[in-house]
């Protein structure tokens, strides 16, 4: 296969969508923002108050879906379904909201992402539309948060250059942050994050040294039927967007805990919204960013180097699994660039998602005895633990990365 070929199948999982046949009513999310509350509220107590994802038909579809079988991440979107619009507001619905994501501790809401504005949900914007939206969450969050803000002090480990402003109360701590535009004149997104005093970590700004050897140890689970897997790998959903490779590369920062979301990772990664990720630039950006973080990025299958002239895999079938083995033993998962639909795997692709074309997932185990690897997509609840024969894989390969700590 040639490398033109490659980028030609290098396109981002995405799901067709339809004009929006009809409109729910506002969901609004001003609870998330009742710091006295919503640090106290459990899972049940959530799922009571908003409607959930079910299989069951029901005649207003739900308004929320969790991202994991652990119910640990909630999502709202405004673009959930393809013939529905969810309409989603704060500040009284005064602005409207693109997508929310509630993080959950022990069974209880710690964190909150609010996106006002990302370019793959939302589309380009102008600059000075973008100034007044900024301007306006702000002055309502002055009055709510009852004390002045201060500029965010860019930690050194920041995947690319953030600006934002922070409020800190006793009851709970607010940061409002977009994409340094001055030199694309491109914003790329405009989001609040919220969090429990207590559980503002590495994701609100703090200075992290990341990931240790002995954490990343301690995710390897092994099983009675012979899967070794990487546990505790977020999820992350990409939504009707040309994300795989942006979204892949957010839940290996986040599992690294290196704060970069996959709104970040598209401007860093150059990610166009429907066609994804050119895998000639996303290697070239990779590199760059890995010594911010004391990691080591690495192209263990390089699609450029990946066949010979006679059109050969340079990389047997054999060290293709010992690299798998290799990381996973580790508690490393893999970036893997792969062309789907070709080898059947369990569970079987979506019928409404993307079924075919290059995609981008992540390895995270093996089964020896069943000769399979295990894998997830960055498609939600479900997709969280796959599997597919490990030579099928082998042949689907498109290529393979690593990022981890310095020295491991």
Known sequence: MSFFKWVLLWVGGFLATLAPAQTLEVTSLDPLLQFHSIWQTTVPMFEAKYRVHT??????????????????RARFSRK???NIETKLGLFGGAIQVEEAIVEFVQGQVARATISFYNRGDSGKIE??????????IGRYLGPLMKVAPRQQIVSGNAASKVIGWRWDTPKGIALLEHNDYSVSNQPE???????????????????SVGVQRMALLKNVQKTAEGDVFIANVPMVDQGAKGYCVAASCQRLFEYMQIPCDQHEMAQLLNVDVESGANVRYMQKSLAKVDGRFNVTFKPLVNPEKYYDTKGNPR???REFIVLIKEHADKGVPLLWGLEIGQYPEMPALPSGGQVSGGHMRMVIGYNTAKQEILF??????????????VEHAFQATLGLYSMSPRGL
């Open 55 to 72: 299989d069951t038909p029901q005649e207003q579809p739900p308004q929320f879906e969790w991202l994991s079988a652990t119910k640990d």
């Open 127 to 136: 600059l000075g539309r973008f100034d007044a939206l900024h301007k306006m």
């Open 80 to 82: 959930m379904f393809t």
């Open 315 to 317: 990389v047997s079938l």
């Open 376 to 389: 997830t997509d960055s498609w939600g609840a479900g997709h969280e633990l796959k599997r597919m024969n």
């Open 189 to 207: 997104f405009l989001r609040l994050k919220i969090a429990a005093p207590s559980q503002a970590d590495w994701s609100m700004g703090k200075l």
